[in-house]
């Protein structure tokens, strides 16, 4: 089974910071990643998705990154602002069972103006 | 488009009462999906649907059911509520669930007391 884990698990940052969020996964063998934002309440937002023959995928202010053969993923938020505050997951399917995500715990990220 | 909606927002359940969570996409959507979700954790995975009258389990089925006699619905039945099933439930879904993305819905507080 897919063990994915999220590392820091809280982040409080000063507003215009550049960010790394890390998610690691134990099993290599993926079809693709996907990055989402959940906001207190609410659903999940899909924010990107990478597929395993890519190596990174950028919208905005947004890149995420992806090394298979180590099991990591890397989302980088640039110059990140107070309305980035929200809890930002990971998502690896499987190559085998493509219809079982498995998701990080998160990471919680207060950006403070 | 609504794109996916749950009912009820929240609901509240005696032990070994029984209650179905309502979900709907207007997407035309052939995958869905239901998670739950437990304070500080990721989402694990219920029951999923890859089209109208085809379902398989997920990672943590016990205790739920569902049924997809349309493209559009996707209810989950809760039989003999439990305290351990106290979360919140999302339901989701993707066109075609191999390369694109999934969309949530807004969840379902549930507690059983």
């Known amino acids: 089974k897919q063990e994915v884990t999220q590392i820091p698990a809280a982040l409080s940052v000063p507003e215009g910071e550049n960010l790394v969020l890390n998610c690691s996964f134990t099993?290599?063998?993926?079809?693709?990643l996907q990055w989402f934002r959940q906001d207190p309440g609410k659903g999940l937002t899909s924010l990107l998705l990478?597929?395993?023959?890519?190596r990174e995928q950028t919208s905005g202010r947004l890149n995420a990154s992806l090394d298979k053969s180590s099991g990591r993923s890397t989302l980088y938020i640039a110059a990140s602002q107070p309305g980035d505050s929200a809890t930002y997951l990971c998502?690896?399917?499987?190559?085998?069972?493509?219809?079982?995500?498995?998701f990080g715990s998160g990471t919680k990220l207060n950006v403070k103006p | 488009n609504a794109g996916v909606t749950q009912t009820p927002k929240f609901r509240i359940l005696k032990i070994g009462q029984s209650m179905t969570l309502q979900c709907a996409q207007d997407?035309?959507?052939?995958?869905m999906y239901w998670y739950r979700q437990d304070p500080g954790m990721g989402l694990k995975l219920i029951y999923y649907?890859?089209?109208?009258?085809?379902?398989d389990k997920g990672e943590v089925p016990n205790g739920y059911n569902v049924s997809r006699s349309t493209t559009e619905d996707f209810p989950l039945r809760l039989e003999l509520a439990a305290p351990s099933q106290t979360s919140v439930y999302f339901c989701?879904?993707?066109?075609?669930?191999?390369?694109?993305?999934?969309?949530f819905g807004p969840g379902t507080r549930l507690t059983v007391l």
């Open positions: 998502a690896p399917r499987g190559r085998d069972n493509f219809n079982k995500f498995y």
């Open positions: 990478i597929q395993s023959s890519q």
């Open positions: 099993d290599s063998a993926i079809y693709n």
């Open positions: 989701a879904s993707s066109y075609t669930g191999y390369s694109d993305t999934q969309y």
């Open positions: 649907s890859v089209g109208a009258g085809i379902t």
């Open positions: 997407m035309n959507h052939n995958y």
